[in-house]
């Protein structure tokens, strides 16, 4: 069974840090590029980040570009979003998704449960 | 970046209604097109991906078409269990967008 479980989410202060994580299983974790996807409360999905499975590409939305990094372990089954300089805006649930891939498609197929990241003082 | 409207924001149906929702590209993705549908409080559950394709286990009342810019999500008879938020995402190219969504209510 394929699972996929977020931590590290909670309440920082503007211009503050957080390291997300997500633990995964059921899978063959470093064959698998790895998705960010946030959502602000009450709006819609946002795409956040991506990691190839070696973790040698990576790549990010404009939104926090400079900001946020995604990083990888292959030996831990875990996949990182390093998150600084946090604003107001950056609240959000934030999910990571397995990524399913050919050379015809490229989805998100399956999701963790998020984690609620707050920015406020 | 390649920007994804949906049409409509919100509909109302009946169950055993068909619903049709549109996803419109700003420039052409080819059939790099996913659906996704969201309920409250929980997780994106993949439902059709590459424009038709049916995830496994997905109920054959959904389904999906089009190709380059315009898209459509069909729920052939609503069900109970339908209601919720449909998303659909573009994977031509990175930043990988999402539309704004649909809210599926009941009327």
């Known amino acids: 069974e394929v699972q996929l479980v977020e931590s590290g989410g909670g309440l920082v202060q503007p211009g503050g840090s957080l390291r997300l994580s997500c633990v995964v299983s059921?899978?063959?974790?470093?064959?698998?590029?790895m998705s960010w996807v946030r959502q602000a409360p009450g709006k819609g999905l946002e795409w956040v980040s991506a990691?190839?499975?070696?973790?040698?590409?990576?790549y990010y939305a404009d939104s926090v570009k400079g900001r946020i990094t995604i990083s990888r372990d292959n030996s831990k089954n875990t996949v990182y979003l390093q998150m600084n300089s946090l604003r107001a805006e950056d609240t959000a649930v934030y999910y990571c998704a397995k990524v399913q891939s050919s050379s015809w498609y490229v989805c998100l197929d399956y999701w963790g449960q998020g984690t609620l990241v707050t920015v406020s003082s | 970046d390649i920007q994804m409207t949906q049409s409509p924001s919100s509909l109302s149906a009946s169950v055993e209604d068909r619903v049709t929702i549109t996803c419109r590209a700003s420039q052409s993705i080819s059939s790099y097109l996913n659906w996704y549908q969201q309920k409250l409080g929980k997780a994106p559950k993949l439902l059709i991906y590459a424009a038709s394709s049916l995830q496994s286990g997905v109920p054959s009342r959904f389904s999906g078409s089009g190709s380059g810019t315009d898209f459509t999500l069909t729920i052939s008879s609503l069900q109970p269990e339908d209601f919720a938020t449909y998303y659909c995402q573009q994977s031509y190219s990175t930043p990988r967008t999402f539309g704004q969504g649909t809210k599926v209510e009941i009327k």
């Open positions: 059921g899978f063959t974790f470093s064959s698998y590029a």
């Open positions: 990691i190839s499975g070696s973790g040698g590409s990576t």
